[in-house]
């Protein structure tokens, strides 16, 4: 009796040892999906990235996503699924050679923290529960800052990796989603700084209220962003569109609020930049 008691009590304390185990679980470096990296699918695998019913999104305080050097900034990061109660991220700021790009700055030590990968890029990950909500509302928003560099270095690219989770420690039953987000130089515009070489046609153009968009067959297609900017380089509107991966078409909703005139649609898509004129005319 007294060894089917001690054999009783070792399985609880391993059982108790491998809870803990899981639930001490912060984020990890290094999972962003920026190039060279992967992202949280690996060991949240209940559905293939930007598959799950959710999804990521990242904003700024920079005024016309043109950031300037020495300036902090706030950054806010929001993933959002129905029905889950734990949340996840990861955040890299990284210039066009890929290196860390100013600096990134806690501002709530109990929901995020700063671990370095092992390739060396800084990530702003989640505290252990930091992104626990106490009703499954779907949704949770972590902010911290961003200084930017102190000379112009062009742009800069912040990739995100980010979970949803039951919190029932079972990793099998969490979904993952990416995005990412690129600010211009003080100097130079973004249009010039990257590489505008990714292929797409729109229509109607004119447009009144929904803008088609199509990628030829011969374009390798991934999560793709999407912006409408002045004929002079402001932004008229984020279009907060983000497709779910590999998608050959798509339409982007054209906010009502915009006036009549020519505009310039900005497709992003990882370090490919695609731009056209559209004209709005309703």
Request: hydrophobic share 35%; glycine share 10%; aromatic share 8%.
């Amino acid at each position: 009796m007294k060894k089917k008691n001690l054999l009783f009590g070792l399985l609880a304390i391993m059982l108790v040892v491998a809870s803990a185990a899981t639930m001490i679980d912060t984020g990890r470096a290094g999972k962003t999906d920026s190039p060279g990296e992967g992202n949280c699918s690996g060991c949240h695998s209940n559905t293939p990235v930007n598959t799950g019913g959710g999804f990521v999104s990242i904003s700024t305080n920079i005024p016309g996503n043109t950031y300037q050097v020495g300036v902090t900034y706030q950054i806010s990061v929001t993933v959002n699924e129905p029905g889950k109660l734990l949340f996840g991220l990861g955040v890299e700021a990284l210039d066009a050679t890929n290196a860390n790009a100013g600096t990134l700055v806690i501002t709530n030590a109990t929901e995020t923290h700063l671990l370095t990968a092992g390739n060396g890029r800084i990530n702003v990950v989640h505290q252990l529960n930091g992104g626990l909500v106490s009703s499954p509302g779907g949704s949770k928003t972590f902010t911290f800052d961003w200084t930017a560099p102190a000379t112009d270095i062009g742009y800069v690219k912040f990739y995100v990796g980010s979970v949803a989770a039951s919190a029932d420690l079972d990793e099998s039953n969490d979904n993952t989603y990416t995005t990412f987000l690129s600010v211009s130089s003080p100097t130079v515009t973004a249009t010039q700084e990257m590489n505008t070489n990714l292929q797409f046609s729109v229509y109607p153009n004119p447009v009144k209220d929904v803008l088609n968009v199509y990628f030829p067959s011969s374009v390798k297609r991934g999560t793709t962003r999407a912006w409408l900017y002045t004929t002079t380089g402001s932004m008229a509107a984020d279009l907060s569109y983000e497709s779910a991966g590999n998608a050959a078409s798509y339409q982007l909703a054209v906010p009502a609020s915009l006036a009549n005139g020519v505009y310039v649609l900005r497709l992003e898509n990882d370090n490919q930049l695609g731009v056209r004129k559209v004209m709005i005319q309703r």
